[in-house]
């Protein structure tokens, strides 16, 4: 398996299948590069970006604490599957004294007030740097995962818009046993903030058997803080623009769009988010 650290070493990968993260890899990346080999075959590459973006962290302390674990991310890539590591240094996704390219942000960024309000400035970060990414990739394929729903979203969306020949696939949530989405984050749980932690995915389980999306919102809140979560959001959208239901309080009518909950929170002083289908959800 190859590591690249610059263009160059990209050098033949073109138009192959691409797995953006930021390192810290854990079987849930494992799970969507599996999905990048599958969908390659034996013929298209698979590449997997392991890059620290420092554009879409809206606190300075968090980006300097990520993780940073490449010699096991690349382990975990070849064995998942992959044919290339990209790993470049920020001067190479961010050249000193070029023009920064920061594509306009889609209304999947701007208008849910979920990570949007939440984050502040953290889609344009995702935006400029996917975007860069692909300039320098060129892959036909790229893989997220839908624990990042409302980010799958805004990139989604973006492609669209600005890179149409890349096609953009998502793979599932990641659990572990007790069923906490895998995150990078989750390192930094103490046992205590771990229990809370679990309610993420009770809240989720309890919004799926609501009728209305309020109804699910107000049963989401209080599994959450009744576990001791401090609660950013938990809502109940329209699973493709996430915007809100036209009448939130009225039960589910056959006819509607699907929808998702998704919930933000603390545990201790970890954010976690998390997402599952709604109704029916079933983390």
């Not at 033949?12 to 969507?32: D, K, Q, R, Y």
């Not at 980006?63 to 920020?90: H, I, K, M, N, Q």
């Not at 046992?191 to 809370?196: L, N, T």
């Not at 699910?216 to 239901?245: H, K, N, Q």
């Amino acid at each position: 398996m190859r590591v690249a650290r610059d263009a160059e070493g990209l050098a033949g990968l073109a138009g192959g299948v691409f797995v953006p993260t930021m390192g810290a890899l854990h079987e849930g990346h494992a799970s969507l590069i599996r999905a990048a080999r599958a969908r390659a075959g034996g013929s298209l590459p698979v590449v997997v970006s392991v890059f620290v973006n420092p554009t879409q962290f809206n606190d300075p302390a968090d980006y300097e604490r990520y993780p940073r674990t490449l010699d096991a991310d690349a382990a975990l890539c070849g064995a998942a599957g992959a044919d290339c590591v990209f790993s470049p240094p920020t001067e190479v996704v961010y050249p000193p004294g070029a023009p920064a390219l920061v594509p306009a942000l889609p209304p999947e960024a701007t208008e849910p007030g979920l990570e949007d309000r939440f984050r502040p400035g953290h889609f344009a970060g995702v935006c400029r740097v996917v975007r860069r990414l692909f300039d320098l990739v060129r892959p036909s394929v790229a893989i997220f995962g839908e624990k990042d729903w409302q980010q799958a979203a805004v990139v989604r969306a973006m492609a669209a818009r600005d890179t149409p020949w890349v096609e953009i696939l998502t793979g599932p949530t990641v659990r572990e046993a007790d069923g906490l989405a895998l995150s990078s984050r989750n390192r930094f749980l103490t046992a205590e903030d771990r229990r809370a932690a679990l309610s993420l995915g009770a809240a989720l389980r309890t919004a799926g058997r609501e009728r209305s999306p309020a109804d699910a919102e107000a049963a989401m809140r209080r599994v959450l803080t009744g576990a001791g979560v401090t609660v950013e959001y938990a809502a109940v959208r329209r699973a493709d623009s996430l915007l809100p239901f036209a009448d939130p309080a009225s039960p589910r009518a056959g006819g509607d769009p699907p929808g998702r909950a998704l919930i933000a929170g603390l545990a201790g002083a970890v954010r976690l988010i998390d997402n599952a289908a709604w109704p029916g959800g079933q983390a």
